[in-house]
């Protein structure tokens, strides 16, 4: 591990988002699309709010944190002014209450319960609250989300409830050895995404694609990713406390 100074820190987020929106760009090009049509979002877990300020100065308008603990911490230090905040890790039905209000979406409802959970607490706020459906593409048990089988039935049940909109699809895609193994993945993402849009369920958008991530972004991409979901390629290698 080398040790940089913040100056330093801030120098190498600044290329790294330059050499990155150059990838989306090209990426978004192949795959038919003007580079503006994906959002780049910082994930910022681990990361001092310094470092997100930074990236947040460097034009980032969208952020990702894991924990509800963590970004309500870093919250007040952030400037978030023109920048919005996306809750992206599992969430537990106990912490639903602190974290509806405070971001634009959470993109990782994983259980009819937790959708019911954060549609009552945005109710009592009189809010409407933005989510997105993870997927567990790959079938991992070490992963959260649905299956893709169960999907179309559970986006439905989702969609009756009061106080949220159903807004896309999220996935952590598994590790892949091959580029065609993990292009297939995307790809099924996408059939998904473009099959649930179609039937054009109430209160059902299929507007965000969220994936793709450090190692796998430009696939994710090629295969009509609208949003990718970016940590230590900005930021470094995490350390975790
Ligand atoms: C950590 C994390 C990311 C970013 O991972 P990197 O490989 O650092 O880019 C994206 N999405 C989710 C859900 C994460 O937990």
Not at 45 to 59: H, M, R, Y
Not at 68 to 91: D, M, R, S, T
Not at 166 to 181: F, H, R, T, Y
Request: negative net charge; proline residues 2%.
């Amino acid at each position: 591990m080398v040790w940089l100074s913040d100056e330093e820190r801030f120098s190498a987020i600044e290329e790294n988002l330059k050499i990155i929106r150059n990838d989306i760009a090209e990426s978004a090009i192949k795959s038919g699309r003007l580079p503006e049509e994906v959002a780049l979002m910082a994930v910022t877990k681990t990361v001092e709010p310094k470092f997100i300020n930074k990236a947040i100065d460097c034009g980032i308008g969208l952020i990702g944190e894991n924990k509800v603990q963590e970004l309500l911490l870093k919250e007040p230090e952030l400037n978030l002014a023109g920048c919005k905040a996306h809750l992206i890790g599992h969430l537990q039905s106990n912490k639903v209450k602190k974290i509806v209000g405070k971001v634009d979406t959470i993109q990782s409802v994983d259980t009819v319960d937790i959708a019911k959970e954060i549609g009552k607490r945005s109710v009592q706020q009189g809010i409407i609250t933005k989510v997105l459906l993870e997927v567990n593409v790959g079938n991992e048990d070490s992963k959260f989300g649905f299956s893709s089988d169960e999907l179309f039935e559970k986006a439905c049940e989702i969609a009756e409830i009061d106080g949220i909109t159903v807004n896309g699809l999220m996935c952590v895609a598994p590790i892949c050895e091959k580029e065609a193994e993990i292009r297939a993945v995307f790809s099924n993402m996408r059939r998904m995404f473009i099959d649930i849009g179609a039937k054009k369920i109430d209160n059902i958008s299929m507007n965000v694609l969220s994936m793709g991530m450090s190692g796998d972004y430009e696939s994710a991409i090629l295969e009509g990713a609208n949003l990718v979901r970016i940590g230590s390629a900005i930021f470094g290698a995490r350390i975790y406390r």
